[in-house]
Every structure is written in C-alpha cells, then in structure tokens.
C-alpha cells in the first residue's frame, strides 16, 4: 500500500524558510522554491563595504544545504499562490501542489515613492548589492579628487554600513561622508544613548548627521531633503527600510490596511489556514524584530506547527526570547543592547563575528560535517548561548577593560 506524503512547498530559503526546511521531516514531501542559488548571511554584508568579508565568505549553496535536509530545492521565482486551489505557480510555469505552503519571502527596497530613488541611489539588501557598492567607491575614489557618500536610513543598516565605510575610508581626507535618517535619531526605537554616542564618534571623522529631516528627492549628484537643505553625493547608498513584496498582496496575503502579511500568533496566514508566513513578511498580533535570530526561530516553529495543522493537532503560539543585541559600528565600536540596557565594547565584535562563524560552520553543507538538521537545532542552542546570559551577560561584558555603560536599568 503507497502512503501518501504530505506536500509541503516553501517560497524563500533565507533565515526563515531554511529553518523551516530543515526541520521539516523527510517523510513529508517538501519541495522550497527561491530564485538565488545561494543563501546569504545578511547581517554581515556591510563587512563587504570594507573588505572584512568577502561575497563568498557570506553565502552557502542552497541546493546542497537542502538536499541534505533531504528535500528538493527549486531554483526559481514563485509568481503566485493560490490560496484556494493550494498551488504555488513559479516563472518557468511550473505549478506546484501543496498540503501546507510555508511563504518566507522577506522584504524588497522600500523607496517610499520618493522621486529618483530607484535610478540614482544604490540599494542594500544583498551581497551583490554590497559588493556593487565597494566596487564602485573604488573606481569613484580614484577618479575623483573630492567626494561624499550619503547614506539614506539610520537604522542598523545605515549605520554598520557607515561604520564599515568608516573602517576603510576615514583616513582618506578628500573622502567624507553623511547619513540621513527620518526620525529625530540614528537608531529609531533603540535607546537614546546609542544616538549620542554615535554622534560623539563621528565629530572626530568626516561625517554629518541630517535627522528629522526626510528625503525629498534624489538627483544623479545630490539628495535633497525635505527642508530644501541640498547634500551633494558621488554615491548614495539606501538603507533606508523594507516594503512586502508584491506577491504578498497578489496572493491575497495582504489586504488594506495591512502593510504585512497578518498572521495569528501561531504564524498562521489570517486568510488561509493552509499558509503559515513567517520573517520578516509576517504581522504578528504584537510585532517582533525584523532580527535573523526571529526569523530562525519562526522558521522552525511553522515547520513544527505545519505538522501539527495536518494532524489535526493543537498549535503552538510563537513567544520571542528577550533576546539582546549586537550592533557594530566598524571598528569604532560595538553596542550590546539588552531591553533598555547599552554597554559599548570594541571587544564585543569578536561575540558577533563568532555567531557568523558558527553558523556558517555547521550550517555549510561539506563532507565530515554532521547532518544539517542536528547543525539547525545545534545553532539555536548556540546562538542563544552566545546572546543570553552564558555569554554575554551585564555583569561579564562590564567586566571587559573597554566597557562603556552608555545606559544601564
């Protein structure tokens, strides 16, 4: 008698999709659909910008990271999900049945509908991004006497893209910089603290901050803000927010007002039961952030609940560990930030270098290494090593020599 398995179809394999893949069961029939061969460890690309980290030091071969899991990988964009029939439609046509569809599409380039942002401002999202950029700095800086690179969007992304910039570059004196942020501070939604702070280290290089003051519009030598105030600009890197893709609301994931993808606690899509979306697309009831380790730990809660949905079993609610976090300004500093506690070490950079490190490590798929499914469930357990207490707590990381309290509670 054939046993019927199960069809499981995943769209996107970054953080989210691929913890979902790899904890799903080889008995089910799970096929993960994402147009890039290569999964890309995006907290570290603005180490590109400086050459710490080279494009190929970041990526890992999907194909054989899922094969391992002992799933099928397609290499394709998916161009609709139909909610009602359970089908999953990809560019070349193919249409993919499912039992329960996992939707781990992350975000695109929010421009905001700001005029010039999508033909004069290079964005940041990706390795080939990053690299794109470094490469261009490099030809702009030896063919320019006098320039300044303007930076769009103060948030962790703007502002590790800034300090690597300023790793490389800021004892080039004909070379300045300048980063721009809507809100009234670098770093919306982090304590005030890590603002001042940053603004004190940036007095001593050749870097203007412009917060509280929108982009109006951007022109192929200059951004202009919103005040009139006009920031000339050989190069303008945006990074400044993600929207949902298109397919979200294709689909009929998103309907207005929702910006993303509304899900209930238990990552289930509030409009197809079969669906669970997960990262950086889901709404929850109460919003998490848009962090790598969130996204890992949904990933492998829709995997388990996906099981469960099809057995007719209870599901489980999703609940974020208070986790603190790791925000690197080149090599200026590092910021641990635990709820409305922020201490700066240099030091710190060697506990997020080493999160990358492991995860790469026993993520790769090469010969000798364990299976990929132990590595997944090994990696949660280290990385929650490496950000809780074991590790970095207040009291040890106080206890380094270059520790700064910039705000302790």
Known sequence: MVVKRNKVVIVGANFAGLAAAIQLPKAMDVTVVDPSPHFEWIPAIHEILSGVK??????????????????????????????????????????LAYDVAIVAVGGVTND??????????????????????????????????????????????????????????????????AIVEAGNQLMPGFPKAIDADLRQICKEHKVSIHTGDPVGRITPKGVWLASGKRLPSALTIWAAGLAPPPLLRESKLIRPPHTWAPVSQNLQSRYAQSIFV????????????????????????????ATRWL??????????????????????????????????????AAAKEGVYQLFMAQTAPQVGLHAVPGALRRLRKSWHALVVPALLSIKDVRALEDCRVLKLL
């Open 54 to 95: 080279t494009p190929q030091g970041l990526q890992l071969d999907r194909a054989q990271i899922i094969a391992r899991a002992g799933h099928r990988f397609i290499q394709d964009s998916v161009t609709h999900i139909d909610a009602r029939r359970r089908r999953v439609v990809t560019a070349a046509g193919e249409s």
């Open 278 to 305: 997960i990262g950086d697309a889901a709404a929850l009831p109460k919003p998490v952030g848009k962090q790598a380790y969130n996204a890992i730990d949904m990933g492998a809660l829709a995997a388990q609940n």
């Open 112 to 177: 905001y509908h700001i005029p010039g942002v999508d033909r004069y401002t290079w964005p940041f999202r990706t390795v080939a991004d990053s690299l794109s950029i470094e490469q261009k700095l490099d030809i702009l800086r030896h063919t320019q006497s006098e320039l300044q690179v303007v930076v769009v969007g103060g948030g962790i992304s703007g502002v590790e893209a800034l300090g690597e910039l300023l790793r490389r570059y800021r004892d080039r004196p004909k070379l300045s910089f």
């Open 311 to 348: 057995a007719g079993q209870q599901l489980k609610d999703f609940k974020p560990p208070a986790k603190p976090m790791l925000v690197a300004f080149g090599d200026l500093e590092t910021y641990l930030v635990a709820n409305k506690t922020v201490l700066a070490s240099k030091t710190l």
